[in-house]
């Protein structure tokens, strides 16, 4: 059986051989955002299934597919479908692909996904800027076997988010007239969503928004040196919030409502990368 590394080479050679060139920054889009794909130009599209080592995905509003191309003057790699745990796979499959990614010469990426609102203020469309987050109930992808070409050991998340970049996506959303909200994310395992009382306990750790994904990309992100962005696109208040029941129906209508400004916004942000 291949170890980590011989598979992350093999899926590097595999993208290295099919790409017309090495991407600067990397997409993650979440439930509900994949229309941002449709912006890239000179587009390469690769089925998950085509690749190598790679999971599949099987969640509604996931295509499972890499788009690379253009995208405002920048190459790009987006993923149209990430890989969640409570889907079954390993923690070792679920970030994956941002072990490939930085192998492969990226050294940027976005992550993005569709939150439930635990802060009041919030609305359904809204998108949030993800200052931090808590990972309280992740299993950790680091945990095991540590190779050290790809990170140290013990790595620092005192500045998961890049302050950088989130400064380049305010001032992108205010040139944009976008009211970008900021908050903290924290990570459930779902697949069901989070009762009344978890949410009640997560607003007093101090979250805003709550999801079942990106927490373990951004923190294997860090550990391979990647700066990182995250934005949420709140797609429905967490349970509790208000009086009524939730559904991935609604997460992913809200996601397409949210499309446009949600990929304006992004297109802006990857024009102003430094």
Same mark, same amino acid.
């Given at each position: =059986?291949?170890?980590? =590394?011989?598979? &992350? ?7 290295? /051989? ?11 889009? /979440? ?14 599209? &690769?089925?998950?299934?085509?690749? $190598? ?25 987006? #993923?149209? !479908? ?15 692909? +941002? ?9 940027? +990426? ?12 919030? *609305?359904? /469309?809204?998108? #949030?800027? &993800? ?32 302050? !950088? ?28 969503? %989070?009762?009344?009382?978890? +949410? ?5 750790? !101090?979250?805003?928004?709550? !999801?079942?994904?990106?927490? $373990? %990309? ?36 809200? /996601?397409? =409502?949210?499309?446009?400004?949600? *990929? ?11």
């Amino acid at each position: =059986m291949k170890n980590l =590394m011989e598979r &992350i080479n093999e899926t590097v050679d595999f993208l290295k /051989g099919k790409l017309v060139a090495i991407p600067q920054i990397a997409i993650i889009l /979440g439930s509900g955002l994949g229309n941002l794909a449709s912006l890239i130009e000179k587009r390469q599209e &690769i089925p998950y299934e085509e690749i $190598p080592n790679f999971p599949r995905t099987t969640v509604v509003g996931h295509e499972g597919k890499l788009i690379a191309g253009v995208l405002r003057g920048r190459n790009v790699l987006a #993923m149209k !479908g990430r890989f969640h745990y409570y889907e079954g796979n390993s923690m070792d499959d679920v970030v994956y692909p +941002i072990r490939v990614f930085r192998c492969l010469g990226i050294g940027n +990426i976005i992550v993005t996904n569709a939150a439930g609102g635990i802060n009041t203020n919030f *609305s359904p /469309g809204d998108l #949030m800027l &993800i200052t931090d987050h808590i990972s309280f109930f992740c299993e950790n992808p680091l945990r095991g076997e540590n190779p050290d070409n790809l990170g140290p050991r013990f790595p620092d998340m005192s500045e998961a988010y890049d302050r !950088g970049l989130r400064k380049i996506a305010l001032d992108c959303a205010g040139r944009l007239g976008i009211d970008l909200k900021q908050g903290v994310y924290s990570y459930c395992k779902g697949p069901s969503f %989070e009762t009344p009382a978890e +949410i009640k306990a997560l607003r007093f750790l !101090g979250a805003d928004a709550v !999801g079942m994904s990106t927490v $373990p %990309e951004v923190i294997t992100a860090r550990h391979m040196g990647m700066r990182v962005l995250g934005i949420s696109c709140i797609t429905n208040m967490a349970s509790g919030i208000l009086e009524q029941p939730l559904s991935h129906e609604e997460v992913i209508e809200t /996601g397409k =409502m949210a499309e446009e400004k949600f *990929s304006a916004l992004i297109s802006e942000i990857v024009t102003n990368w430094d």
